[in-house]
């Protein structure tokens, strides 16, 4: 037993106990979290859904005391092991957190010091509260990457955050949480933007870790299937009040609330699949190979390469979907980037409409910019802050010369922002405004604003709740039935592919190990590692 382990409680054990919970506005006093109450019991995953909005980080975060100074706790206690968290001063709070209560937050990559290599980061935590040191504290760091199924463990412990895919990183995340064995864990949304397999791993793994450290485990969440795979008890919220709370059999087979039925209803439909288009090709790519050099030593000579993307071929319809699919860091971007000439290739042929659009310059690859657009997997990102929603929508209509009047811009940016379902007066706000659902009809607007055949959606959805991922997939599939616009669809969820997609390529490091229809793909897998992905996606 490692010196961080202590004594675990019995089964059934109450480990938190929230009541009466009440969060406001610090300036205005409004209440965003309202006489919310529950508890967590060891051995047991406790499941805090609904959309965004509804109050479910507040919660977890006002537990942890850690709000923003924009919000405060006006009412309710939170007790751990019988000890009120609100009353203790801040440097008995700092003892708890960590030890006693761990948190795995939604964005690894935001919550990671980007200067510091992940193994430092995790051996903070394991410095802070126990006396390991030296090779000691190495190995333990080590051990926790393993657990966590981080590959190379020894090697990954001096990567830095930048070096580590998503999934990587929130494997750091939950080693870090780990790393002290706590009894009470709060994961806030752990899986949101991980691979279907990946997800499944880390599910498995809090999962396991409930059983055989007897962790209390509070998961937020708004995937309907990780629920329904994960948890004991779920507890619906709704504008920070909880309005339904059944153990899980008894919330899927009977839900109460109107609202508890939507989320249900709003998860994909597996069965439906969207028939194969027949139209003449926009995009067509022929062994596409995209090599990054490896350099070591003294004078950074390359060594080696990481074939990135190897040997890609593959065909886009006028008007036709196709999901490329794979888990991180099978090449699924880098393909996406080299389309859009962001990438150099290091052989094979890429063309649109019939032209040989590889290695173009700057200059002679802008017609095609207009013709060729992205939506980026985190719209706030790919945005200007400073920009109003009104500015960042006309940017590209003036940078790629479409020759509008300032006054056909303005109308075109109103109509484009009412064809998202968004209204005309959010030109003129900032992308803070918004929430994650709203910023992406503004990044699909901004995207159409230059009438392109072709947009390349890196992961759009990976991040939103099951309610607006549905909303924004029937905006697209209703934009593609109107303009005729054709998708290069990124994605690791193949839950969402059967209503989306006519074909589904799937790859696995760097190289394209099957293709075919929607319906072929999902129902008749040939290929091992695509029958591995199907298996690892969360069903009810």
Request: hydrophobic residues 45%.
């Amino acid at each position: 037993m490692s010196e961080a382990q202590h004594s675990r409680p019995a089964p059934g054990t109450l480990c938190l106990q929230v009541r009466d919970l009440t969060v406001t506005l610090a300036d205005t006093g409004a209440a965003i979290v309202k006489g919310v109450s529950f508890e967590l019991q060891a051995g047991k995953v406790f499941a805090l859904v609904g959309e965004s909005g509804s109050g479910k980080s507040v919660t977890s975060l006002a537990a942890m005391r850690l709000l923003p100074d924009a919000l405060r706790i006006s009412g309710g206690s939170v007790e751990v092991a019988g000890q009120d968290l609100f009353g203790l001063s801040e440097a008995r709070m700092q003892e708890v957190r960590g030890r006693r209560v761990a948190m795995i937050f939604q964005n690894a990559m935001s919550a990671l010091n980007p200067v510091q290599t992940v193994g430092k980061q995790v051996a903070e935590t394991l410095q802070l509260h126990t006396r390991l040191r030296g090779a000691a504290l190495r190995d333990r760091v080590v051990t926790l990457f393993r657990e966590v199924g981080i590959p190379d463990p020894e090697q990954r412990f001096d990567f830095f955050p930048h070096q580590l895919s998503g999934g990587q990183q929130q494997r750091v995340m939950i080693a870090m949480a780990l790393a002290c064995e706590p009894d009470v864990l709060i994961a806030d949304e752990p899986t949101t933007a991980l691979d279907v397999t990946i997800q499944l791993q880390v599910l498995n793994l809090i999962r396991e870790l409930t059983r055989s450290r007897q962790l209390a485990v509070l998961l937020i969440t708004h995937d309907m299937g990780v629920v329904k795979n994960t948890a004991d008890e779920v507890a619906v919220m709704y504008r920070g009040e909880l309005i339904e709370r059944a153990s899980v059999d008894d919330f899927f087979q009977h839900p109460k609330q109107a609202y508890s039925q939507r989320l249900i209803d709003a998860l994909p439909d597996l069965t439906h699949f969207r028939e194969a288009a027949t139209e003449a090709p926009l995009l067509e790519l022929q062994e596409v190979r995209v090599h990054f050099p490896i350099r070591r030593g003294l004078l950074q000579r390359v060594v080696d390469y990481t074939r990135a993307v190897d040997g890609v071929s593959l065909t886009i319809g006028r008007g036709e979907t196709y999901a490329l699919v794979g888990e991180s860091g099978s090449g699924k971007s880098t393909l996406g980037r080299a389309v859009l000439n962001l990438e150099a290739i290091a052989g094979g042929q890429i063309r649109f409409r019939g032209d040989a659009i590889e290695g173009l310059g700057r200059n002679a690859m802008l017609p095609y910019r207009k013709q060729i657009q992205v939506i980026f997997q985190n719209p706030f990102s790919s945005m200007n802050p400073r920009m109003t929603v009104g500015d960042i929508i006309a940017e590209g209509m003036i940078s790629l010369g479409l020759g509008l009047s300032e006054e056909a811009r303005r109308a075109r940016i109103q109509a484009l922002l009412q064809r998202v379902q968004l209204g005309a007066e959010h030109a003129n706000r900032y992308p803070h405004e918004f929430s994650g659902g709203q910023l992406q009809r503004i990044a699909i607007a901004r995207a159409l604003a230059v009438d392109p055949e072709l947009i390349i959606c890196d992961e759009p959805t990976s991040a939103l709740d099951v309610s607006i991922r549905a909303e924004v997939l029937e905006l697209l599939a209703e934009l593609q039935r109107e303009f005729g616009v054709s998708y290069l669809f990124i994605t690791h969820d193949l839950s969402i592919v059967p209503g989306l997609a006519h074909k589904v390529g799937v790859m696995q490091r760097g190289k394209l190990v099957e293709q075919g229809t929607a319906e072929q793909i999902l129902t008749a897998p040939a290929h091992p590692y695509t029958q591995e992905l199907l298996a690892a996606v969360p069903r009810l």
